[in-house]
């Protein structure tokens, strides 16, 4: 085992509590720094050859880092890094831990639909006695855009409701699971059975609005959507005028172009949509950690580091 223990950089606004987890699960103590913001990152290299943390801190400050060899991001999505020309080093993600916070955050507001709690406030809020009946799940079918970990996750745990449940990913691959899987290439088809719609889809060219105006229409009346994923997938205009004119029952969006989303905006006030602060899986300390650690001993070993990026692929 190669003996240099080469210090890293943590870096996120999260950095005491990542330095924390960081001694408590190596089993050898590891050097770190940690950096909370973007000064604190600059203020402290030194020619190290590893950061762990937040691709929104690192990116912009990519090409001042002349030695890196090795980036371990604490989110799901690398878009900041991919988006930088800089390409020579290691990018490693993070996978298989977010599954359980968004499946919980999906089949809540399907639940939610369902059950038409909304509707029950509104009406409790009036001391009205709302008769309707509640919807179920069972039988219903949840189109689930994206069959990696997190996909495969929600689709498992529709699966506990008695749904049906299809996929959709870039080569149509079948995934256990999924009762069908669709390609890019089958959008329609996929689309045309989806009562809801689930999207966990990386931001990559391929992704880029494929829920327009055309490809929305296709989507059974009354359709309910989440977006999980990234907020390229949607173009917002198709979305608010399908809600508005009533083509879809009602959306969830946890992901958007800019954020936080700016007052003025449009979405803020659509019908039948609700609105998250990207919250539908948290990047806590607990589940990024153990990855770090376990590729920081791999990066000692000169072994293969788990969860690398494929830049050209976007993941």
Not at 85 to 104: C, N
Not at 194 to 207: A, G, K, M, R
């Amino acid at each position: 085992m190669n003996k240099d223990k080469p210090e890293v950089l943590i870096v996120t606004p999260m950095a005491d509590e990542f330095l924390t987890e960081v001694e408590r699960l190596s089993a050898v103590p590891i050097p770190v720094v940690a950096c909370r913001n973007r000064e604190e990152l600059l203020g402290a290299y030194r020619g190290h050859r590893i950061l762990f943390g937040n691709p929104g801190i690192i990116a912009p400050l990519i090409d001042q880092l002349n030695d890196i060899e090795w980036i371990q991001s604490s989110w799901a999505g690398v878009t900041p890094l991919i988006d930088s020309a800089r390409r020579d080093y290691i990018l490693t993600g993070v996978k298989d831990v977010f599954g359980p916070q968004m499946s919980e955050f999906t089949l809540g507001y399907l639940l939610s639909h369902e059950l038409r709690i909304a509707e029950r406030s509104r009406q409790q809020a009036q001391r009205a006695w709302y008769r309707e009946h509640s919807g179920v799940l069972e039988d219903k079918t949840i189109g689930v855009m994206g069959t990696g970990s997190i996909g495969s996750h929600i689709g498992r745990t529709a699966r506990c409701f008695n749904m049906q449940v299809i996929g959709l990913s870039r080569s149509g691959k079948a995934v256990e699971g999924f009762d069908r899987v669709f390609s890019l290439t089958q959008l329609e088809d996929f689309l045309q059975d989806c009562q809801y719609l689930v999207s966990t889809l990386p931001q990559t060219p391929e992704t880029n609005q494929l829920l327009n105006e055309q490809s929305i229409a296709q989507l059974p009346e009354g359709a309910y959507f989440i977006n999980v994923g990234r907020s390229n997938v949607i173009d917002d205009a198709a979305l608010i005028n399908a809600l508005t004119g009533g083509h879809l029952a009602g959306a969830v969006l946890d992901v958007f172009d800019e954020e936080p989303l700016p007052p003025d905006d449009p979405l803020w006030t659509t019908r039948n949509l609700q609105i998250t602060a990207h919250i539908s899986a948290i990047s806590h300390p607990l589940l990024i950690v153990p990855i770090f650690v376990e590729n920081y001993q791999r990066y000692l070993d000169e072994q293969p580091l788990t969860h690398q990026i494929d830049f050209d692929a976007g993941y």
